[in-house]
């Protein structure tokens, strides 16, 4: 069954874990997500369950698209675990290590390409990661060997909490 979002729930769920944080129930870093609920939506419409989802720190919305129940990553977040959503059921996995999905969002692509197994690799990494060289480099890779992986870049224009533009000058 595919779970559908609209923009108005995503940021009322973003909205929860802001009050539940000022409220000190969770004790540890957020990265919220936030500006581009209308193009998550429509990627997700073409992600389906046997698809890996590889993402950054900012990984609510890609949870919650994917099909984590709200309850489940509220669970998670309460455990101080907001920046590492990682699920074996959904096939997510993210990191808090900038660019540090790319190669095992690789891998897994690489895997499923070798062993004949169904469903695409989404990687989703931010405008900082995609300035990276290990960035080109696996997509480089991923194009050579025409593995079932589609990157997204996902630009806010912040390089964590700093201005892309003034950080790598674009």
């Not at 609209?6 to 004790?27: C, H, N, P």
């Not at 900038?98 to 891998?107: D, H, M, Q």
């Not at 070798?114 to 696996?138: E, H, Q, R």
Request: with cysteine.
């Amino acid at each position: 069954m595919k779970i559908t979002y609209t923009s108005e729930q995503l940021i009322a769920f973003e909205d929860k874990i802001v009050q539940m944080y000022r409220e000190g129930k969770i004790k540890a870093p957020l990265h919220l997500s936030g500006g581009n609920e209308t193009e998550l939506i429509e990627i997700f419409k073409e992600v389906q369950p046997e698809d890996f989802i590889f993402t950054t720190y900012r990984s609510h919305y890609h949870s919650l698209l994917k099909g984590i129940p709200e309850q489940k990553l509220i669970d998670w977040i309460l455990d101080l675990r907001s920046i590492h959503v990682m699920d074996n059921e959904y096939n997510i996995f993210s990191s808090a290590i900038v660019g540090g999905t790319l190669s095992i969002a690789l891998g897994v692509a690489m895997s499923k390409k070798i062993n004949n197994l169904p469903g695409k690799v989404w990687c989703f990494i931010g405008d900082m990661t995609a300035s990276l060289g290990v960035f080109g480099d696996c997509v480089t890779y991923a194009n050579n060997f025409k593995l079932p992986i589609i990157f997204v870049i996902e630009n806010n224009g912040l390089s964590t909490d700093t201005k892309t533009e003034e950080v790598w000058g674009f």
